[in-house]
Every structure is written in structure tokens, then in C-alpha cells.
């Protein structure tokens, strides 16, 4: 077994010991969507104003937009996960709210996390709500047509930019999948609230500004969001196994990375660079999270991914089953077949 998840499973009653970072504060969540959505409305207002005189003074600030949605949508993940209120109803209610001003149906999207929560890390379960990873034996044997597919797909500009642009507002419009009968409507219902806002902003402003301001915010909140997930679960020395010999915790430990940001940025993301610790246990609040890490030294031998470092990742297109990698498409230049 991993000494670092041994640390942990052998620490008596690990469970107990964070279970007293699951009990979500109704006063820190309150305040973290005062926190949150008034800073977004009061930035659209301004971006509004600023774009009746020039859009070169909107510009500077569409990135401090982007970032603020993407606080939006780790409150909408939270709910999801059932761990922003205690109310099932509050995280419901809250979870539509966020999920309309972030493009993604609640329900269909809560139950593609859940499985990717339930199956990140193992080889057999690969697919629903996780990037598409090839081994490179599976890339080998590959026709030439799905090999032409996964390196476009695996390409950086259509996993950061095209991807994420089509992933939130193409994909997450149509109901598919298998979340059933309550993920469909809550596709439908967020189309319909996005559709009213839309409207609106259109009615009051023109369509035009609408999205002057909306298609900028929502693509570098989309890319940046799409880079989080990604160097969550696909960095040097990331853990992935076959399902007879997959581990829940070491998978947590070890198959979701600590990716340590600045303070700015750990804010705008909502403390999620903690994911080794939100993977273990889904159920903390993500403004418990940090209090976690630096309260039980059991979860800080793992070893930080920065800005910089996390950069390699970027080099990362196939897993290697032989030696328990990730590697680039040039590590296939060993391979005389190709």
C-alpha cells in the first residue's frame, strides 16, 4: 500500500477526524454568496456603463468577471456535492441559481460528478464527466481515424479554448447521458433560465452588449475552470489502476493533485487547488477546506503542483500502464509500428 494514504488509513479513526469540517455554516455560505454574486452583478453593471462610452475599458475587467464565475460555479459544485447547506432544498435551490448563471443543468451535471468522484483514477471505469485519456496501448491499437480524433481532442487549444467554448454552451444545452427523467428537465429548465436571462439583458441593453460581455466572461471562466479539472487529475505522478487493485483513498491522496495558488487565485477558485482533500471527503465545504489542510498533518506530505510546475502537464497525452505514467504522443516514438 502507498505510505502516504497507510498514513492515513492507519490513522486512527481518520473519518472522525474530519468529519467535524462537514458540518457546513449557514452564515459562511450566506456570506460567501454575498461575497460572490454581488462583486459579479455589481461588475456587469459596470462593464454595462463602461461599454456605452469604449469596450477597451470593459476589457480589463471581463477577466475579474471570469474569475467571479468561476467562484460561481465551486458554490454551484458544492451544492451538488450536498455540502454547501444543510438543507437539501438550499443546496437545490442554489445549485439551479449558480448553475443558470453558469451554463451547466444542475441535476444532469450532479449526477456525471458523482460518477466521476466514484471511478476517477480507475482505468476500467474511464468516461462519463473526466477528459478522455488513452492508454498508450489502447492509442496503439487504435484505428487511424480514432487516433486523428483523440490528437485533436488531446490538443491544447481544443482542450482549453475550442473544448470548454463547446462544452458549455453547446453540450450542456442538450440532454444526454444517463441521469434520466431529472437530469433531462434541469437541462431544460436551465436552458429556459438562461434563455430568460438572455432575453432580458437583450431587452434592456441589446443583444449585441449582451454578448460583448457575456461570451468573453464565459470563456475564460469555461477555459480556466477546464485547466482546474484538468491539472487536477492529470499531473506527474498522479495515481491510476485497473479496478482490481483500486484504492478510494489512495486514489483521493494521490489521483487528485494539491495545486497550490496564489492567495488571489485560491480565493477565485474557491480553495478547490485542496482536491486531494475534497476527493477523500466531497462533503467539506470548500471554506473548510484550507482549515483541513493545515489542521491535520496527515493530509500535507502530499506534494504541491504551482502555477509553474503545473505547466508539464501540458506535455501529458497517454497513460502508460508498463511504468504507471503519463506521457506525450513523442514517447510512441519507441514503438517501430508507428
Same mark, same amino acid.
Given at each position: ?10 490513522? #486512527? ?11 457546513? %455554516?449557514?452564515? &459562511?455560505?450566506?456570506?460567501? /454568496? ?26 480589463? /475587467? ?13 458554490? $454551484? ?8 447547506? &444543510?438543507?437539501? &432544498? ?16 444542475? %441535476? ?21 464527466? #473526466? ?6 496501448? #489502447? ?34 444545452? /442538450? ?38 460581455? %457575456? ?20 499531473? #506527474? ?15 483521493? /491522496? ?11 487565485? %485560491? ?61 506525450? $504522443?513523442?514517447?510512441?516514438? &519507441?514503438?517501430?509500428?508507428?
Amino acid at each position: 500500500m502507498d505510505v502516504i494514504s497507510s498514513k492515513v488509513k492507519n490513522k #486512527e479513526n481518520w473519518q472522525d477526524t474530519i468529519a467535524k469540517y462537514q458540518q457546513p %455554516q449557514r452564515a &459562511k455560505s450566506i456570506g460567501q /454568496l454575498l461575497n460572490t454574486l454581488l462583486p459579479y452583478a455589481l461588475l456587469w453593471y459596470v462593464m454595462l456603463k463602461c461599454l456605452s462610452i469604449s469596450y477597451w475599458l470593459v476589457l480589463p /475587467l471581463i477577466p475579474i468577471a471570469a474569475g467571479l464565475l468561476v467562484r460561481i460555479f465551486i458554490i $454551484f459544485h458544492d451544492c451538488g456535492h450536498g455540502s454547501f447547506f &444543510k438543507s437539501r &432544498k438550499a443546496n437545490n435551490f442554489w445549485g439551479f441559481i449558480t448553475g443558470v448563471l453558469t451554463f451547466t443543468p444542475y %441535476q444532469y451535471w450532479r449526477y456525471e460528478h458523482a460518477v466521476h468522484h466514484s471511478h476517477a483514477g480507475n482505468l476500467d471505469h474511464r468516461g462519463v464527466g #473526466e477528459v478522455w485519456t488513452m492508454t498508450v496501448n #489502447e492509442y496503439l491499437k487504435a484505428s487511424r481515424w480514432m487516433r486523428i480524433k483523440y490528437r485533436f481532442a488531446r490538443n491544447p487549444l481544443c482542450l482549453f479554448i475550442i473544448g470548454p467554448l463547446i462544452l458549455f454552451l453547446i453540450v450542456h444545452r /442538450l440532454p444526454m447521458g444517463t441521469s434520466g427523467p431529472r437530469g433531462y428537465k434541469s437541462v431544460h429548465l436551465t436552458n429556459l433560465g438562461i434563455l430568460m436571462i438572455a432575453l432580458t439583458m437583450s431587452l434592456l441593453f441589446g443583444f449585441k452588449t449582451y454578448l460583448l460581455i %457575456q461570451l468573453p466572461v464565459l470563456m475564460i471562466a469555461a477555459s480556466a475552470g477546464v485547466w482546474l479539472f484538468y491539472v487536477q487529475h492529470q499531473f #506527474e505522478g498522479v495515481y491510476w489502476e485497473r479496478n482490481a487493485n483500486w484504492d478510494y483513498v489512495t486514489e483521493a /491522496l494521490k489521483g487528485s493533485s494539491f495545486f497550490k495558488l496564489p492567495k488571489i487565485l %485560491q480565493w477565485f477558485t474557491g480553495n478547490i487547488g485542496f482536491h486531494h482533500i475534497h476527493h477523500l471527503s466531497p462533503r467539506i465545504p470548500n471554506y473548510f477546506l484550507e482549515k483541513c489542510y493545515k489542521e491535520n498533518p496527515m493530509f500535507q506530505d502530499i506534494k504541491p503542483i504551482t502555477l509553474l510546475t503545473s505547466l508539464k502537464s501540458l506535455t501529458f497525452r497517454l497513460w502508460d500502464e508498463q511504468h504507471n505514467r503519463l506521457v506525450g $504522443f513523442g514517447y510512441l516514438k &519507441k514503438f517501430k509500428s508507428l
